[in-house]
């Protein structure tokens, strides 16, 4: 039996589907890419609400930035550090931890939450990683 050639309509859309399928690769991965990315931020442009962490000791706040860490800070840190360093043993404190955090880490997977938390938000975090680590 002899094969038959596809006709030009046929060619069309097989044509056609493969556009399709390569544009919404193409827009997927961009999306993918970009889903946990944070808008980067000029480092000289912040203005600062707060010098010092206006809600150290704070056990409201403490839980606040702990919710937030965990929906925030969680995936790449965990508690005790994984793919990013531990936080709980940062030597940078204050308004030196929160430029990292509002900037992102130029050269590392640390983006720039400037946009995505407020200040308050960032400095409760920070209370949650000051605090003593909850118990097990």
């Not at 030009?8 to 890419?33: P, Y």
């Not at 912040?46 to 929906?71: C, K």
């Not at 030196?96 to 200040?119: D, N, S, Y």
Request: include cysteine; proline fraction near 8%.
């Amino acid at each position: 039996m002899r094969r038959r050639r596809p006709t030009a309509r046929a060619n069309l859309k097989i044509h056609s589907r493969l556009v399709c399928a390569a544009a919404l690769m193409f827009v997927l991965g961009e999306a993918a890419g970009q889903a946990h990315q944070p808008p980067k931020v000029d480092a000289d442009s912040y203005v600062w609400e707060h010098t010092e962490n206006p809600y150290s000791g704070d056990p409201e706040a403490i839980a606040e930035g702990q919710r937030l860490y965990r929906s925030t800070c969680y995936i790449c840190h965990a508690d005790t550090g994984a793919r990013g360093p531990n936080l709980r043993k940062s030597k940078l404190k204050g308004q030196a931890f929160l430029k990292i955090v509002i900037h992102g880490r130029k050269g590392t997977q640390m983006p720039a939450w400037k946009g995505k938390l407020t200040e308050a938000e960032m400095w409760k975090v920070y209370s949650f990683i000051e605090a003593p680590p909850p118990a097990p």
